[in-house]
């Protein structure tokens, strides 16, 4: 398990092949119909993800996230979206259309005392032998750490009030 230090969250790294990268986190308050929806409501988004969010929240919907000031824009589809459940998407930068798209899926479950979530995140796939892959690997986990934290403070000052 490694500890986000800005946080002093828990991000569990699951080990897998490397083929793809596995995460685990505990949300503590707040219960996965709640988490879900900071996946999947622009107004949420913007709050730990990017600055602008656009979202057809239904299976078979896409959603674009920006950052216009690095002129950044990340687009997929959503393959399965189910309630605070689970939800699998693709993903794609607009400015690295030599990479492969990639699928990302949140699994949400409740923690079984009742007091939260647990997020299980994968996001692959990757080809160990392709120049380049095990670099992007590292970076959208490092990335993740970091917006793993993100979201976990916001939902916490969420419940804070």
């Not at 569990?12 to 119909?33: C, H, K, N």
């Not at 939800?87 to 899926?105: K, Q, S």
């Amino acid at each position: 398990m490694s500890i986000s230090p800005e946080y002093g969250f828990a991000v569990q790294e699951v080990d897998t092949p490397r083929d793809r990268l596995e995460l685990a986190a505990e949300f503590e308050g707040v219960f996965p119909a709640e988490l879900f929806r900071y996946w999947t409501e622009p107004e949420l988004l913007t709050r730990w993800w990017s600055k602008e969010a656009e979202v057809a929240a239904e299976k078979g919907g896409g959603y674009h996230l920006s950052w216009p000031n690095m002129e950044w824009h990340l687009r997929g589809t959503y393959h399965t979206f189910s309630p605070g459940k689970l939800l699998v998407f693709t993903w794609r930068w607009d400015h690295e259309p030599h990479t492969p798209t990639r699928v990302v899926t949140l699994d949400f479950q409740p923690l079984e005392d009742g007091s939260g979530t647990r997020l299980h995140l994968t996001h692959g796939y990757y080809r160990e032998h392709v120049p380049g892959e095990m670099e992007e690997r590292q970076g959208h986990l490092e990335g993740w750490h970091y917006f793993l934290g993100e979201l976990r403070e916001v939902t916490q000052d969420a419940i804070k009030g």
